[in-house]
């Protein structure tokens, strides 16, 4: 099943625009300066194969400062498609968050897939690992407008609805939620050939 599905978000992230591209979001000035290279640069949480992290060390290479470090559980790290300055570690995204004062905690398509209070439960065990000032949560994921949203955001809607029983959020839902869970909204990018969006969280 993690193997499916992280061939799957290596599917749905071919030829599409990558969160870290300057296009989308401003890595380099957001991440990179201010970052202190004694500590994690950034973790991928429940990040799969490593489609994302291993995009990231691909694009940026030695400018990255710290290290990187992928996790999900142990079954699914064993299909891990990343280089040696990738770090597996298996890790349980519902208990506390072992690599403390990472500059970003990132996470693709975890918000989407779960309810509010599971959702929560996630981000309250990242919280207590963050820097206040330095680290950030990064949420990669559907912003759905109010009216008028594209029709693939609607579809997907529906099987998030059908299979997990979880859905797509606007602003003031995502608001609602990480403020649940002591964070806050900095700014939320996107791009306009990407269905997904990029927030920026940190401690509120």
Excluded: C
């Excluded at 403390?100 to 693709?108: C, E, P, T």
């Amino acid at each position: 099943m993690g193997r499916r599905f992280g061939s799957m978000m290596d599917a749905w992230s071919k030829g599409r625009p990558r969160w870290f591209e300057p296009e989308f979001y401003p890595v380099k000035e957001r991440l990179i300066q201010g970052s202190e290279a004694e500590s994690a640069f950034l973790v991928d949480v429940g990040g799969g194969t490593g489609h994302d992290v291993e995009g990231l060390r691909q694009a940026f290479g030695t400018a990255l400062p710290g290290i990187l470090v992928l996790q999900d559980r142990p079954e699914v790290l064993e299909y891990a498609q990343v280089s040696n300055d990738v770090e597996k570690r298996a890790h349980d995204f519902l208990t506390e968050q072992p690599v403390k004062g990472a500059r970003a905690y990132y996470l693709h398509s975890i918000i989407q897939d779960w309810s509010d209070d599971v959702n929560t439960k996630i981000l309250k065990a990242i919280v207590p690992a963050m820097k206040k000032g330095y680290s950030k949560v990064l949420i990669n994921d559907f912003v759905v407008p109010n009216q008028g949203a594209a029709w693939p955001q609607t579809a997907l809607d529906w099987e998030l609805m059908a299979s997990l029983g979880a859905r797509h959020r606007t602003v003031a839902e995502h608001e609602k939620l990480y403020e649940g869970a002591g964070l806050k909204i900095n700014r939320i990018w996107s791009h306009p050939h990407s269905l997904d969006s990029l927030i920026e969280l940190e401690l509120a």
